[in-house]
């Protein structure tokens, strides 16, 4: 079901689905709430896969970040405590008292600064194809040399040159059609939504030692074709919470849950199964 809310002077848009066939074992997986977070440039559509294999057990809140999908850009939203609290308007919206959240890439910075503002909420946490750590100098230097390149060219140039760069080797050549569909929808973001994204990516700050302080399993699954957010960043990260999973996608880029949907779907159940052994 899609639905709306109003946040902040702009529109918010998300999909609620409710579990479709109550769990039959001791532990009723209808129960927990799994929100997903988009990543850039993206909207809560690209989910598809993990809505049509977890959707029967679990209730999936997806929401489209504001400026992508149906939310309108919102240019009071600066930072990625900002989006956090944009996501807590919808939680607030659903009464939900308790979730796990996995964000992709940019989704998972959100998911962080979430947890930061929410820790009372969260029961387990996600990062999909995503980091802990801050941008590095030179990834930040890269970050405004990519916002002044949209200013003068236009974000749906920088993408069409960016997205493909997203996806391992083997995936781009036996699928070149999801990359095109894929920059085909970027064109309709608007030049000002990416430049916002980008500028909020720069500016966060390391939230490592969050996954030593929250006491909840941790989710962390990279590539070996990724090159935004490296297996072996995701391994040292690991190590840090009590408790955590990690999965390492062979032949994958940062969008293993296009390139291997089956493979990451079989994952997220397994992490959302341990979520419920240790909250029980």
């Given at each position: 079901m899609q639905k709306t809310i109003h946040y902040r002077g702009q529109d918010i848009r998300y999909v609620l689905l409710q579990p479709t066939r109550p769990s039959n074992s001791g532990s009723d997986r209808a129960?927990?709430?799994?929100?997903?977070?988009?990543?850039?440039?993206e909207r809560?559509?690209?989910?598809?896969?993990?809505?049509d294999a977890l959707?029967?057990?679990?209730?999936?809140?997806?929401?489209?970040l504001p400026g992508s999908g149906g939310s309108p850009y919102n240019p009071v939203l600066e930072s990625t405590a900002d989006f956090a609290d944009s996501l807590a308007a919808i939680i607030?919206?659903?009464?939900i008292d308790k979730l796990v959240i996995i964000g992709h890439s940019m989704g998972g910075y959100i998911a962080l600064a979430f947890a930061e503002r929410y820790p009372e909420i969260i029961l387990g946490l996600g990062?999909?194809?995503?980091?802990?750590?801050?941008?590095?100098?030179?990834?930040?230097?890269?970050r405004i040399k990519a916002i002044h390149t949209m200013e003068q060219y236009g974000g749906a140039a920088f993408l069409k040159t960016m997205i493909p760069t997203l996806f391992g080797p083997v995936f781009k050549s036996a699928h070149p059609q999801v990359i095109q569909e894929?920059?085909?929808?970027?064109?309709?973001f608007e030049t000002r939504t990416l430049q916002q994204y980008y500028q909020m990516m720069h500016d966060r700050t390391d939230k490592t030692a969050l996954l030593m302080h929250l006491s909840i399993p941790f989710l962390f699954i990279s590539g070996t074709e990724d090159k935004a957010a490296p297996a072996i960043d995701?391994?040292?990260q690991s190590s840090l919470p009590q408790t955590a999973m990690i999965e390492i996608l062979e032949q994958a880029g940062h969008m293993g849950f296009l390139e291997c949907p089956g493979q990451v779907n079989k994952i997220l159940t397994h992490f959302l199964q341990l979520v419920q052994n240790v909250s029980i």
């Open positions: 129960d927990l709430t799994l929100m997903l977070v988009h990543g850039f440039p809560g559509g690209i989910f598809q896969e993990q809505l959707s029967a057990y679990y209730t999936l809140l997806v929401p489209d607030k919206e659903e009464q990062l999909l194809h995503s980091t802990a750590y801050a941008d590095s100098e030179q990834k930040k230097v890269n894929l920059i085909e929808a970027g064109s309709h995701l391994i040292r």
